[in-house]
């Protein structure tokens, strides 16, 4: 079944060399792509990532030598490894959380955090958002969440980052948990000039930090 030993053993390497480049955690290195080749962010917002291209075409030359170095199976041997380099992050992110992440590195966010917004008065606000985290060491861990804007947004207008406002968002999770976070506030944005006045929006993005370390999730 083995063609080339060699070719083999380089496209490992590669493909090592490959998921390091873009490995998503701490941070999550995908929050600002606007087009992805596996886990890849080909462009964000400041346009084209030379860094991603050249991972992506490493990628490439991975498969190429994995399918020299086999005599058949090839389809299903590109298949397999595609599958197991999407799939394989998700394993080990979990598993260091759980056995050796203490703090903030042992958080996680599922990407699904909500906010809604309502207009109590001129210049007045009240926020409330919904987050949902994981504390996957058994030490409890409290940190500060900050609100991202979307990468997306095109006009100059605060809206998720104005749950900033009114003093730090400090969240403190118990040992092996999985909670749903709410955070309200009455915002006062007299002095803010370009915010949402109502609405709702999702998939939040966020930063934690515990004053010593911080994590884009």
Do not use: W
Request: charge should be negative.
């Amino acid at each position: 079944m083995v063609k080339n030993k060699l070719a083999l053993i380089v496209s490992g390497i590669i493909l090592v060399i490959c998921m390091f480049l873009y490995f998503p955690y701490p941070n999550n290195v995908m929050i600002d792509s606007r087009s992805s080749f596996m886990s890849f962010p080909i462009k964000d917002v400041d346009g084209y990532n030379p860094l991603a291209i050249i991972g992506s075409i490493l990628f490439i030359i991975a498969m190429v030598l994995l399918v020299k170095g086999l005599e058949k199976y090839h389809f299903r041997a590109v298949i397999l490894t595609a599958f197991a380099y999407a799939v394989l992050p998700l394993v080990l992110i979990p598993l260091y959380q759980e056995t050796f992440a203490r703090g903030i590195a042992a958080v996680s966010y599922d990407d699904e955090g909500t906010c809604d917004f309502e207009s109590v008065s001129e210049g007045l606000l009240k926020g409330e958002c919904n987050l949902n985290l994981q504390n996957r060491s058994n030490k409890p861990v409290t940190f500060e969440v900050v609100f991202m804007e979307s990468p997306y947004l095109k006009e100059d207008i605060r809206i998720e980052s104005i749950m900033n406002e009114s003093g730090p968002n400090l969240v403190t999770l118990a040992p092996n948990s999985k909670e749903s976070v709410q955070i309200e506030k009455l915002l006062d944005l007299s002095e803010i000039s370009t915010h949402i006045d109502g609405g709702s929006t999702s998939n939040v993005h966020i930063k934690i930090t515990d004053g010593e370390s911080q994590r884009v999730l």
